[in-house]
């Protein structure tokens, strides 16, 4: 650590301090700025040459005079102490305790921004999570180590989806320690009150690790609080093997503070005043889950995007589409229609589902009844389309039978209580009885072998029935 | 990659991002440069008097001005030689399996190592005799890398004179003088590896028109929009259309001798479930691992941004070689749009004026010179090679008119458009048959009906029984394009009378426009979507292709004949073949033609029947 203090010759502009005269400071170094009795800012150099250095500040500049104001360079990078002792306590964006408890103390400081894990040292996710929520579970499985975003809306119950997963979420097999790291970037403090509440009324509250940077809290500091959480979590992930949970709440807050920041940097933007560098950026943020050969842990990422006016092609849901692996969508119209949670599994997607189901995980029929459910209530959803134009009694007789499978199946297969917890065997039997409703001939994606054996009645009685 | 010998030295000014500047007298623009106490790598951007600007190749924390800066000189290179066989690499090639070792988990900065391992032996082959006057990509000796694969080991592209000396038969490291050549009085040694710009292209003779196919197994992209060897295609598509799924499938099934897949910006996970299939998966000749003939190239998306933009001239430039060597190469780039963001990042640090949508107005070029890297040629060492270049894009929004895919679309010969519509409706691959292209499809043609003349005359067999010799119809089956040709007529003709029926109402359809619209179906159901998890139609042999294709095809003509003398479609519904012809890409195996043999029988027969039926109750009345 630098002793040398630098004063007198700063200049100050929106979160950033130039410091004219200072050399031979790194890039990216942590710097600290303190001014009277004030408390101590956190900053970090932007830009360094051999006459300048440009600091942008966390907590930024209000309040700081060309006369109080000292910056002392650390000659390290922004970063944080990791321990297990991280656990059950409530941090800021920067990962300094702000519940009023003691410093994290010990030796071990890991980079907010993280290394890259060397792509050959990851171990493919492959084991189911059940979560006790059939759209998910039968769906949309998560499996550990996956990145799977839920892109909601304004209004809509995400922080009750969220909180039920937390609640619910287990491994089918053998259990290892679990940690939850919740992150907060630009939420109301009632929104951040009502996770906290529930990890305490659930007692759970010592697994789990939060990091808070809510809508009145400094911008720039909005852009540490998920790395400062993934950093806490891949120390107890890959070092101490927990099986961590990572929540990123709202990812789209955290563009906007990224946005903010780079326009007042005058850089070039792409697209909607969003950087160039935007995936490159969501990226260091997603890629940061995962599972690496030899470590127990695993890091599995849920990180809630607000889709602004509902668009789906807004460059943050676009681009946290094209990193993370499948998405889970909320829909404002079933939401209307009183079905909760409201997933909308059509435009919903697990890409690491594939691997995670089957006979060594869930059962063997689960990749083609989901696949039969998909299909029966993507016909269902084009006929209530239909009907809304030509009449549902002018609808066909097989047609009619689609209609009200896709109402069966928002109201008893989507819709489900909030602590009302379906294991996946339950979740497929659930699915199997809805398919009931459809003429057999109509099931082309499970095989009459699965037929015989998960759906209740043979065929012949229900030819006879029909 | 190269380590960097210094030959000019100097010291950082100025650090921001990923990049540097430095006062570095007699630097050479393009060069490789070593910067700061752990020699991060980089690449000369820009010179200005004495004043280099660097791309950084790692991070740049905690570098500092004053730091030392050292260059060689060379351009940012490639090492070429055995040992690049089942490799995966960064942007700028150096090998993460190695670094694995070294380091953990972790890519921790600085780490240098040589991209071919000095330490292994490798059985090489000597093919010259001394005396011999040698050009440069002349075949020197050659190594059997892997069961898969015979490596050549070439003579440099720019070097020639008389061969003074060689090593006999034996093991060498790739270091390792084994020959020495004298040109001018100036005696050079070579090794089993040399090194070549990743910007520059590598030299060959001719070139030719890319006339053979790329076989894919792919029904609608071997069928409908086909890739030549040595073409180049571009697969947009939004999230979730699918790209990851096709581009592995071609990676794992197509006829190319060598694979080079880039991982350019995208998902680690994605590498790793790639590296695994490829260690899985054999070759169906020689049950060797298919990893034995690929090189994947990984630069993820949290890696740094500026070795994701070498990545695709890394990815290229080993292609080359491999085509130099005499083989047909594919190389895949997923995906092409997160290296034109890496191309924006650098260009807006450099205060570049951007033209759309920020990427800076070179985009267009750059890409265009990027894909004319692929072609079919003859070799300098007088064989035949080819690179195919498949670029994914992932346009913003899924919107086509964004900068990339239209560039991407005016220099590609095949356009491989994903849909988001066909991937809801789980219609996988989701080509999309009214946006995709191939400008291919013609020239292949001859190669189709020469190379499968006795499948091509069985197809066109299978379908003129069908067709019961109309001679009306029969010609349009002279040529293999007709096959496609007549599918995508079909497929058209549906989408215009799905949109008619969703206005009027199908009521209001003839029984040909039904039939029509029914067949279409069965072209999409039966033959466009093909099951990539599915253990038998994963894969589906050019012979299948077209038995199938030929059998629906023939079908359909038959049906319209029928139709025409008042059969009615409603009839024709019912046939049960026509259920089994649905099915007939995952029930029938690839060897066992003979099956849809039979059921053209059985359609022919059940066809007949129904005609029969008709007319019988016509005479009756």
Redo the contacts between chains.
Sequence with gaps: MSEIEWRNTLDFGGNLITVRGARGIGFDEQAEITAGDAATRLGQTLATSDTEVVVQVFEGTRGLTRESAAVRFLGRVPDMVVSEALLGRVFDGLGRPRDGGPPILGHRREPLRGVPINPVAREYPREFIQTGISSIDLLNSLVRGQKLPIFTGSGLPHQRLLSQILRQARLLEASAPFAVIFVAMGISHTDARFFHDAFRDEGVMERVSMFLNLADDPTMACLAAPRAGLTAAEHLAFEQDYHVLVILTDMTNYATALREIATARDEVPARKGYPGYLYSDLAEIYERAGRVQGRGGSITLIPVVTLPNGDITHPVPDLTGYITEGQLVLSRDLHSRGVVPPVDVLPSLSRLMKDGIGPTHTRDDHANLANQLYAAYAEGRRIRDLATVVGEADLAGVDKLYLKFADAFEERFIAQGSSEERSVLQSLELGWSLLELLPVDELSRVTEEQISTYGRRPRQEQEHDG | MTQIDPLERGIV?????PLITARLPGAVMGSQAAVGRDGIVGEIIRLDDEVATFQMYE????????DPVTSSGQLLSVELGPGLLGQ?FDGIQRP??A??EE??????RGMLLPALGRERQWPFVPGLDVGTRISGGEILGTIQETELLEHRVLVPPDLDGELIDIVPPGDYTVDSVVARVRRNGTVHPLHLFHRWPVRLERPSGERYLPHVPLITGQRVLDMLFPLAKGGAAAVPG???AGK?IVQHQVARWCDAQVIVFV?C?E???E???L??QFEALTDPHTSRPLLERSVLI?N????P?TAREASIYTGITVSEYFRDQGYHVALIVDSTS?WA??L??VA?RLEEL?AE??YPAYLGSQLAAFYERAGHVRTLGGDDGSVTAIGSV?P????FSEPVTRHSESVVGTFWALSKPLA???HYPAIDWEDSFSGYAERISEWWEEEFREHWSAARASMLRLLQESSHESQLLEHWSALPRGALGLLREADELKRIASII?PAALSDRQRWTYFVAGLVKEGFLQQNA?DPVDTFCSPEKQMLLGALIIGAYHRGQQLIARGVPCAALLKLSSLRRLKSARTAVPNDRPDLLERLREDLDQQLTEAADAHASVHADQ
């Design positions: 000014l100025r650090v921001a991002g991070t740049t924390e905690l570098v500092r001005p004053g995966v993460l399996k670094i694995r380091t953990g988990v972790r890519i921790r939004p999230f979730g990851t991982g910006g998902r680690g996970n590498m790793v479930d590296l695994e990984a993820t998306s949290n890696m941004v997160r963001e890496a924006r990042e807006g951007p949508e920020g992932s913003p929004g899924g919107d809801d409706a789980r109402g998890l």
